[in-house]
């Protein structure tokens, strides 16, 4: 079964909205996460690293301030894209590491900003 | 720095036909090399690895992977296709530290 979840699945928003996507490890404390974006027909991009009780490391070139992830606990890594607007539009995937770097993913977030 | 490429951003096959999607890498250290799958609007699941060991490995749905660290690659095939395997592909390596580097993918298209 799952061992990553991620919700929503799909949201449609208006842009300048802020919209927020939970990534959960259901079977195992993860102290670190990962966010990635994809867009479409195209590889995953890493935007950030979530650490549990410390600060994200972005990505050289992903706002940190649009971008708001927190890690408040060792199963629940979030994602805020703060003011959305349509080129935020993507497929957003979270994900955390197993043995030898091995990643779990969870299922994607397909945001669409009106 | 590490990197990845995959060769051959679409690859169509008959279903019975092998698959074989070609993937290099570029490392200084020895590296993990991965093998992940993609179906439209889904997460990615991984179809096997090299960690360390035999070189040849095996994975899920039939794929396997041979590891040639002369030739910096790490192809994955299939000796016959079925119209399920009709998905996205991603090679990725891991060095060390947290990143993991991912291939552009391959779409692989299978015809009846």
């Known amino acids: 079964g799952a061992v990553v979840s991620q919700h929503p699945s799909r949201v449609i928003c208006k842009s300048g909205t802020s919209v927020k996507i939970e990534c959960r490890s259901l079977d195992f404390q993860a102290t670190t996460m990962f966010w990635y974006r994809q867009f479409p027909k195209q590889s995953l991009m890493l935007m950030a690293t979530s650490n549990e009780g410390s600060k994200a490391t972005y990505e050289q070139g992903v706002e940190k301030d649009k971008f708001l992830i927190n890690h408040a606990s060792l199963t629940l890594s979030t994602l805020t894209v703060t003011s959305a607007h349509p080129e935020d539009s993507s497929f957003y995937i979270c994900?955390?590491?197993?043995?030898?770097?091995?990643?779990?993913f969870g299922p994607g977030t397909r945001l669409t900003v009106l | 720095a590490q990197s990845v490429t995959q060769l051959g951003s679409h690859v169509s096959v008959s279903e019975g036909a092998l698959v074989l999607l070609r993937c290099n890498y570029s490392s200084s250290v020895p590296p993990y090399l991965f093998w992940y799958v993609q179906y439209p609007n889904q997460g990615l699941q991984l179809l096997l690895k090299?960690?360390?060991?035999?070189?040849l490995v095996k994975g899920i749905n039939g794929f396997e992977a041979e590891f040639k660290k002369s030739e910096t690659s790490f192809h994955l095939t299939k000796p016959s296709a079925h119209m399920s395997d009709a998905a996205e592909y991603f090679c990725?390596?891991?060095?060390?530290?947290?990143?993991?580097?991912f291939g552009a993918g391959t779409r692989l298209f299978v015809k009846a």
């Open positions: 990725a390596v891991h060095t060390g530290g947290f990143k993991t580097i």
């Open positions: 090299y960690t360390t060991g035999a070189t």
């Open positions: 994900s955390r590491t197993v043995d030898h770097n091995e990643q779990f």
